[in-house]
């Protein structure tokens, strides 16, 4: 099992910056890749960004290349999500996700930390 727990979260205004942060417990030596998705009311969950644990490869969705930058610290089982030039439209409730090896799927989440941009 493992626990996932987000901070870092709140009110910024519009081209403000944010740090997200993700702390893993646990069995983390079985997580595979973590991520970040966040959904915003009345939307879908939506794809942010990835990162591998073991080699540090990283993807991102298309709108958030060149804002947001993910991160880890394999010491502290720790993902980071550094959030520049944040928009109105990066409203969301931000969640963390863990895939443990060999499942293919996110199998533990975080229970969220809202973001807020305004304008």
């Known amino acids: 099992q493992v626990q996932l727990v987000e901070s870092g979260g709140g009110l910024v205004q519009a081209g403000g910056s944010l740090r997200l942060s993700c702390a893993a417990s646990?069995?983390?030596?079985?997580?595979?890749?973590m991520a970040w998705f966040r959904q915003a009311p009345g939307k879908e969950r939506e794809f942010v960004a990835a990162?591998?644990?073991?080699?540090?490869?990283?993807a991102y969705a298309d709108s958030m290349k060149g804002r947001f930058t993910i991160s880890r610290d394999n010491a502290q089982n720790t993902m980071y999500l550094q959030m520049n030039s944040l928009k109105p439209e990066d409203t969301a409730l931000y969640y963390c996700?863990?895939?443990?090896?060999?499942?293919?799927?996110?199998?533990?989440w975080g229970q969220g930390t809202q973001v807020t941009v305004s304008s």
């Open positions: 996700a863990a895939e443990a090896t060999w499942t293919n799927r996110y199998d533990y």
């Open positions: 646990g069995r983390t030596f079985s997580i595979y890749r």
């Open positions: 990162i591998t644990w073991s080699t540090g490869n990283t």
